[in-house]
């Protein structure tokens, strides 16, 4: 066996488990497992694009990797774990569907994003490029952990991980994206990190839960 | 058919047959040494069989024949579902005869046996086993079928001993379908053996058992047979993820009597491996809720549809 092969199903691995871990956080009710695994899930990106830049020789893909690793593994889910130790949410215990539902809802969206991919995989010309199809599942998963939470952290973790399948696509499809556009992207997020982070708190302040149900029943009070 | 076939078929059912209570044993000692108990000894299984062999039967007024019978049928069907299970060698003439699907087939005939037998008497515990056994046994029969289309996917066969066989000759390579379908064929196996997360083999308190109270009613030569099946069943399951995930070792395609000799040890060492990996499991996880099972099945299946979809979409 060839090193390229074998690097190929090394990658093919990574995005599997990345698919892995979507599914883990779309059945996971503890908060703070679901910062760990975000984390993970960014450590897995990290390592993907470390490999792919090994095996193509790009440079633009070893500074993501590194923005990947400070801003995704560590700066991200330590800010989230202080988060939810000073607004004391642990658990989101009510999900609008139950776990095995979910997770056959899950199922579905795989397929369909499968599908949706054929034909950016028939027209790109890297090798990754089978693995777009599960950057899509990885972000149509995200939106599903989104949309079943009702807490507004859950929900946050879910929009940080489309982000890490958003990076992922972009890396199978084309070889990453120019870097000015990465490096906007990850500020984007960084500062829609502490904008949200302040939010919470605001949030908190005017309904005590983070229950974003409540932001919408307030409305209709004259 | 060459006579080493018919001898190797011979020699996988009888070592079946002689090997699973030994396995069993094997397993309930590592589990016996992992939780700090004094173990029992690893021919402690066939002690209780012979035990029992050796008792008169007493069977409840009111019992139908099919109570008689089940404990033979399941026996049957364990028997049978050895000779298909290429767990030595992969020339089997009997295999032929059934694939890889009509071996959950089995497995679902002695589920069905068992469960009309524990129904038959009566009581509520043995209606409460089979109603929980048939829970268990349909969300983890889909998994089991879905591990076994991935094999059959990557193998373009649906014949055990093939699949096998071809698994273990084609190129070493990293598949992630593979590694997901064996998770979810270890979870399988701890669901159908009634072991930990899901049923605790050791128990006798009632309304957490699922198999023990299937078994209730019986007594002497039908307990004994009923718990031979039972070790068989653990031994099968066993070898049926050997022939998937770790075919190596055994003799393949047109071999001699030496290669069929060489694999008799090979088996061995992956019957011991695979009793202190089953006996480290159920020692780190606890029990779960009869209605939390649903969900440890769900996540079955889900790990082998992801198999299936990773390997349709990555052809690895």
């Not at chain 1, 883990?24 to 990106?45: E, H, K």
């Not at chain 2, 002695?110 to 038959?120: E, K």
């Not at chain 2, 000799?261 to 011991?272: F, M, V, Y």
Request: hydrophobic share 60%; with cysteine.
């Amino acid at each position: 066996m060839s090193v390229a092969s074998f690097v190929l199903q090394l990658l093919n691995s990574l995005a599997a488990m990345l698919l892995l871990l979507s599914f883990a956080m779309l059945s996971q009710r503890r908060v703070v497992t679901l910062v760990n695994f975000l984390a993970l899930q960014g450590a897995i990106l990290c390592a993907a694009t470390l490999l792919l830049a090994w095996r193509t020789g790009e440079i633009n893909l070893y500074l993501s990797a590194a923005l990947t690793l400070g801003l995704k593994v560590i700066f991200l889910p330590w800010l989230l774990h202080r988060l939810i130790r000073r607004l004391d949410v642990y658990w989101d215990t009510d999900t609008l569907l139950n776990i095995p539902g979910t997770m056959l809802v899950g199922l579905v969206v795989v397929v369909f994003s499968f599908g949706l991919a054929q034909p950016i995989t028939a027209l790109a010309s890297t090798a990754t490029r089978s693995a777009v199809g599960i950057a899509v599942a990885v972000i149509l998963l995200a939106f599903l952990t989104m949309i079943t939470r009702r807490k507004a952290m859950s929900q946050v973790i879910g929009f940080l991980s489309m982000e890490n399948g958003l990076f992922f696509g972009a890396m199978s499809a084309t070889y990453g994206m120019p870097m000015v556009v990465e490096m906007g992207v990850a500020l984007d997020v960084l500062v829609a990190m502490l904008v949200l982070g302040v939010f919470f708190f605001q949030i908190r302040e005017q309904f005590d839960s983070l229950d974003l149900e409540r932001l919408e029943s307030n409305e209709e009070e004259p | 058919m060459r006579p080493i076939e018919l001898f190797t078929q011979v020699l996988e059912v009888a070592a079946a047959l002689l090997a699973a209570p030994l396995y069993l044993g094997w397993v309930n000692q590592c589990r016996a040494w992992l939780q700090n108990r004094s173990a029992p000894s690893v021919l402690q299984v066939y002690r209780g069989i012979r035990k029992l062999f050796h008792k008169d039967a007493i069977i409840a007024a009111g019992a139908s024949p099919l109570f008689r019978l089940a404990p033979y049928v399941v026996f049957g069907t364990m028997v049978a579902a050895a000779a298909i299970i290429p767990s030595m060698g992969t020339r089997l003439p009997f295999a032929t005869a059934a694939d890889a699907i009509a071996l959950v087939g089995l497995f679902a005939t002695a589920r069905v046996f068992i469960s009309l037998a524990a129904m038959d008497i009566g009581t509520p515990f043995g209606t409460l086993g089979a109603r929980r056994e048939m829970m268990v046994g349909f969300l983890a029969e889909p998994a089991l079928l879905i591990v076994i289309f991935v094999a059959s996917l990557i193998s373009m066969t649906t014949a055990l001993p093939l699949i096998s066989e071809r698994l273990a000759t084609q190129a070493l390579s990293l598949s992630p379908s593979l590694a997901f379908t064996a998770v979810a064929f270890t979870m399988v196996l701890l669901a159908e053996n009634a072991r930990i997360p899901i049923d605790n083999p050791a128990t006798h308190l009632e309304l957490t058992m699922i198999h023990e109270a299937m078994l209730l009613e019986y007594s002497a030569r039908h307990l004994a047979l009923m718990e031979w099946a039972a070790a068989l069943k653990l031994f099968n399951y066993t070898c049926v993820g050997f022939a998937l995930f770790i075919p190596w070792g055994a003799a393949m395609g047109e071999a001699g009597p030496l290669e069929l000799l060489g694999a008799i040890p090979i088996l061995a060492l992956k019957l011991a491996v695979a009793g202190v990996a089953l006996a480290l499991i159920e020692t780190v996880s606890a029990e779960l809720r009869v209605f939390r099972a649903p969900e440890f099945l769900a996540t079955a299946f889900l790990f082998a549809v992801l198999g299936l979809l990773v390997h349709i979409l990555l052809g690895g």
